[in-house]
C-alpha cells in the first residue's frame, strides 16, 4: 500500500513538473481574436476616441437643445449617450493636457 502511495506521489509531481512546458507553449499561441481586438483597441483609443466623443458630444446636445418635443425615453438615451462620449473623451483629453494615461492614476 506504501509503495502504491509513493508511486502515485512520484507520477504525481513527475506530470506537475512536464506540465509547465506545455503550458507555455500554450500561452505564446495567444487566442485568434486577440490580434484583431488589440488593433481595434489601439485605433479606439487614440484621436479617434476623442473626435468621435466630441462629434457625440456635439450631436447630443443639439438634439436636446433644438429636439423640441422628445419623448422620455428618448431623453434617457441621448444622456446616456453624452455620459459614455464624455467618459471616453476625458481620458483623450486627460492625456492631451497632462501627458499621462489616465490608467497611471
Known amino acids: 500500500m506504501k509503495n502504491r502511495l509513493a508511486a502515485l506521489l ?3 509531481a513527475l506530470a506537475f513538473l512536464a506540465l509547465p512546458d506545455r503550458v507555455s507553449a500554450a500561452q505564446a499561441q495567444g ?3 486577440e490580434g484583431p481586438l488589440a488593433k481595434l483597441q489601439a485605433s479606439l483609443s487614440g484621436p479617434v476616441a476623442g473626435a468621435i466623443s466630441i462629434i457625440a458630444i456635439v ?3 443639439a438634439a436636446l437643445i433644438f429636439g423640441g418635443e422628445i419623448n422620455e425615453f428618448t431623453k434617457k438615451m441621448i444622456f446616456v449617450v453624452l455620459v459614455i462620449s464624455v467618459i471616453a473623451g476625458a481620458v483623450t483629453l486627460y492625456d ?3 501627458g499621462a ?3 497611471l492614476i
Open 10 to 12: 512520484l507520477l504525481g
Open 31 to 33: 487566442l485568434p481574436w
Open 59 to 61: 450631436i447630443c446636445g
Open 96 to 98: 492631451t493636457f497632462w
Open 101 to 103: 494615461s489616465a490608467a
